[in-house]
């Protein structure tokens, strides 16, 4: 129940936005950063150059037509730093607003100088699901990204970038784009590959060992999971099938088929979703099954032990009674005779049960 109120208390407060101005900068999230902090990449095919800041203004002078310059802002509750750079790149408020509001589905709008995109990075983080909101702003020669806190899924395109690694250094920006929403899809199938794992091991769990109350839990943490991972795949596959159709100088022609092979990937990670979702509610469906055969199991046993001592309990009531003139009661033997008897009763009932398969 603890970690049921922990789940709870990580959602997002959405009335933080109510009743405001459309444009207003308000940050809805729970991950808090003591200070905003920057890291810059900036690249072409024979330049590389990084530096980290926690001064926007110090990301002011990477400006350069002949190179692609990545901004990566962590820290979202520190709005008035993230304002300055909105102003800077002269971002329109609802842009700002969304950036800081970690609460938005996954979207894309085009703008006439750059793409707004938001997506939900998933990831493991102490056994937990985690799910972190991310915005991009792609430009012409310029790329920014906004996260809650500090951690990623990038290493491997940030190493791609440093060691020249693939055609990336010799791209443009909405190549870096690609790259990202690829690292962010891949580790997609990481997630699933998890819940896979899980689902497998608690159906074992469910045929080789006694079904317990934490069964009933994990699975309830499973779906919690599952309905997670739906509400941040489902609209970013509706935001790559946008991406791969627009019609964008941003955008170049040769960049479109990596869009085009990331539409599939996502349309695979959906439908394993829906995979297994249904195995997740089946497992419930199992569950209840299984209790329910061990309760069975249990009231057929206790049917057959009372069937057989039901006419036993019956000669012993009959011959308990206290009435005086009773037959066979001054017999020699009729107490050994009615042990007998009783005796032939119960191995003619089991022999019964054996025959009716009941045991």
Do not use: C
Not at 74 to 92: M, S, T
Not at 161 to 176: H, K, Q, T, V
């Amino acid at each position: 129940m603890a970690k049921r109120r922990k789940y709870l208390l990580k959602r997002p407060k959405a009335t933080k936005t109510l009743n405001q101005v459309p444009g207003t900068m308000t940050y809805v999230g729970n991950k808090v950063s003591t200070e905003t902090k920057l890291d810059v990449i900036d690249y072409n095919e024979t330049n590389y150059e990084r530096f980290s800041s926690t001064t926007p203004e110090d990301a002011f002078k990477f400006v350069d037509e002949d190179r692609i310059t990545w901004f990566n802002i962590d820290g979202l509750n520190n709005v008035e730093e993230i304002e300055k750079l909105g102003d800077y790149y002269e971002l329109h408020p609802l842009v700002m607003e969304d950036i800081v509001n970690t609460g938005q589905r996954p979207k894309i709008e085009k703008y006439e100088d750059y793409l707004f995109i938001v997506a939900q990075m998933l990831y493991y983080k102490n056994g937990d699901l985690e799910n972190e909101h991310i915005s991009m702003v792609v430009g012409k020669n310029y790329l920014l990204t906004f996260q809650e806190s500090n951690g990623d899924v990038f290493d491997a395109v940030r190493e791609r970038i440093e060691f020249s690694r693939g055609r990336i250094r010799g791209r443009s920006a909405d190549y870096l784009m690609f790259a990202l929403l690829d690292a962010i899809i891949d580790n997609y199938f990481l997630v699933i590959d998890d819940v896979s794992d899980r689902i497998d091991a608690l159906e074992d769990s469910l045929f080789t060992s006694e079904p317990s109350d934490h069964i009933t839990y994990d699975i309830q943490e499973l779906k919690r999971n599952i309905l997670r991972i739906r509400r941040a795949v489902f609209p970013l596959r509706e935001v790559i099938g946008r991406l791969e159709r627009m019609e964008t100088i941003l955008i170049e022609e040769r960049t479109t088929n990596y869009i085009r092979d990331l539409h599939d990937h996502i349309v695979q990670i959906s439908e394993n979703i829906d995979i297994y979702r249904e195995m997740i509610w089946g497992l419930m469906d199992m569950y209840i099954s299984t209790i329910n055969n061990k309760m069975n199991e249990v009231m057929k046993v206790l049917t057959i032990m009372a069937s057989i001592f039901i006419p036993l309990t019956f000669i012993a009531g009959i011959y308990g009674m206290n009435f005086e003139y009773m037959p066979e009661l001054e017999w020699k033997y009729s107490y050994f005779v009615l042990l007998g008897i009783m005796f032939i009763i119960f191995m003619a009932m089991l022999y019964y049960f054996k025959r009716k398969k009941w045991l």
